[in-house]
């Protein structure tokens, strides 16, 4: 699917040589003018250098104009001279583009504490403004991968009044997720015209219903970052809270996109569960539910096997720290109710769920009780694969 | 290493059939008279039948004569019918032992669901019981497991007044283990003549210094169970408080080397990670930044895979939640530092760990600040073993 770039924006991709040779791992993303600019960060602790960098400008600043990404160098965990080599980072694109250094939005994601290679940044960063206007949307999201499997975007265009707004956003991150606050990196591009405070208001909220529902690993990254511009070039002017809230739901839609392909592209995922925690006490309880289930490492093999363990899901829901009457739990699992009355259904739900089972989406639904609380969480299973990439990676 | 079995209790195993046929699955230990008895449950809000009929039984009584535990099935989430048949196996036992049904402690372990099968009790009973006092310590371990590699027993001795005092504990568990008041089922037999109100304080003590502080894969089981029998023939009274401390002394001891053998045979594990947090504001923050980097998948794929990963440990301490300055934190795994002022150290310990992480053994120390708080857990690795076995086991 072909995802327009949103007017007022021009994207650049090259090789640095940051990663494998020939692969691209630098992206740049420039707004004709100033746009409104939000961001969100990691919780981590240790916050990456161009993490401090991106949160003290948008401290300081409510617009900027553009996006710096490099892959295999996360510059966390770097030191003074992790934060010199990403001002420097800014400066070099500042020198060719005639931007400031401060209106530029860093973010790095790689290997946790190597310098970056600055001799290759040297080299690239002319290569890499000279390609301006050479990227698309797909390019763009295959520069920042790293251990992904596939590019993630994705867009939407909708009519506002005269005129027609465009989203498109990029995501990357394979392992390590459990984003809180962002994913590892994602880029949000708009071409509305909204003013910062707003925009600004937007990403916390529809953050919290895409990426940080979804979990791979149960890893918080250091480098977690989410960009957001919006230029106005489009003409179409957010003027009220109807046309806000068209706005967010949209933005929101675009997310939960690739909040899914995250989850879907996890390291040596081979499904995606969808766990629903409803009837708890308030939706604090039903996350606390729903996140337990999805970081058991026993459900989470369950599921790899195709084996309908509702044993393990109801171990795990026992354990979970939140009240409810056992007496009340209902399991059911791509639609098969598995779990009632503290004893499992007389269902012969190994023939029932093995057509569903072998599906990449798997539905897992519990019920606590009648309490008001619900959540939703897409988790990955737990692989060979998964172990194969991670006891060999160097991270 | 033969453990000596305390005086005045004698062992019985059998095999019933309800798991491999020919290997024994059905073990009881009796004490010649009244014991002192106290017990430490799952905190699962699903407890397993013997569960709940183990925790009434000791909120009634101060003593038990009996110990008698199945493999094969858990019942657990089997209702009334599952409470039902607990009873009645302890009414098989007392028929023909002539102890009363409520003297007899019950645990099981096995498949999370199903029905005790009944009839394969009802004929292994009798030849259960024809075999009293023919099997050792070894035997009865042997008897208790499910997916372990291996039979988990240990013992001591020691001198007090006149008199010698002999303690035996087994314990089973590979899988499931996160254990939260007790491990999956352990026994403790023991011989000194101690009053059930102080043998009784004694474990919740010894189970948080042990048991409480090991780690598979983060899952608590329905069933966990401890039992601890103490039976006085010895002849040895626990007189005074200084008696008491070296009997908590031991007997921590003992239940100190079986959850490390539960860590060492955990499902797929091939290490067993001491991982010690110090320096934190209290013992919780403590245990919360220990539990994190020990339940970290990234952390133990990369153990697995032999690497240094120091960014995996430094982003999971990162996320933990406790309070603490960043530029405190020092990372030294098997006594090399790694980690320090935010940043890597220079040294080459590629080289440095190549053979301590070869061993089994490895040591994660992390200090958080000058805190009091102070934390130690064991932990497993995270295998491709670990995956195979539990993508296929149905529990």
Chains 1, 2 share one sequence.
Not at 177 to 185: G, S, Y
């Amino acid at each position: 699917m072909k995802i327009v770039i949103p007017q007022g924006f021009t994207l650049a991709v090259t090789s640095a040589g940051f990663k494998t040779p020939g692969k691209t791992d630098l992206a740049l993303a420039v707004s004709d003018v100033p746009a409104a600019a939000a961001g969100v960060f990691t919780r981590n602790q240790f916050k990456a250098a161009p993490v401090q960098i991106g949160q003290h400008i948008l401290h300081e600043r409510d617009q900027a104009r553009a996006v710096l990404i490099n892959t295999g160098q996360a510059n966390a965990c770097t030191g003074a001279e992790g934060l010199a080599n990403c001002r420097l980072t800014q400066e070099m694109v500042a020198v060719v583009t005639g931007l400031a250094p401060s209106e530029i939005l860093p973010a790095s994601t790689g290997v946790i504490g190597a310098q970056l290679r600055m001799d290759a940044w040297q080299q690239a960063i002319p290569r890499l403004v000279e390609n301006m206007g050479g990227a698309d949307i797909e390019d763009f999201a295959s520069a920042i991968m790293t251990t992904d499997a596939f590019p993630k975007y994705a867009g939407e265009q909708f009519r506002m009044g005269a005129g027609m707004v465009s989203i498109a956003a990029v995501a990357k991150g394979a392992g390590m997720i459990c984003p809180n606050m962002a994913t590892m990196l994602s880029v949000v591009l708009c071409d509305a015209a909204v003013d910062s405070a707003s925009w600004r208001e937007l990403f916390p909220r529809a953050v919290a219903a895409t990426f940080n529902r979804a979990t791979v690993d149960g890893d918080t990254s250091t480098n977690d970052t989410l960009y957001a511009l919006a230029n106005g070039v489009s003409g179409v002017q957010i003027q009220n809270e109807d046309d806000f809230a068209v706005l967010e739901a949209a933005v929101t839609r675009v997310l939960a996109k690739l909040a899914y392909m995250l989850v879907q592209d996890g390291e040596g995922a081979t499904k995606v569960l969808h766990i629903r925690v409803s009837g708890a006490d308030c939706a604090g309880d039903a996350e606390q539910c729903a996140r337990t289930v999805g970081h058991s490492q026993l459900v989470k093999t369950a599921m790899y096997g195709r084996d309908a363990n509702w044993g393990r899901i109801v171990a795990a829901v026992g354990r979970c720290g939140v009240p409810f009457n056992p007496a009340d739990l209902v399991v059911n699992v791509c639609g098969v109710e598995l779990f009632k009355r503290e004893q499992p259904t007389t269902l012969d739900f190994d023939s029932l769920l093995s057509e569903a089972l072998a599906q990449r989406d798997i539905n897992i639904d519990i019920s606590l009780g009648d309490g008001p609380g619900v959540y939703t969480l897409l988790a990955s299973d737990l692989s060979h694969e998964y172990v194969s990439i991670n006891a060999d990676y160097r991270s």
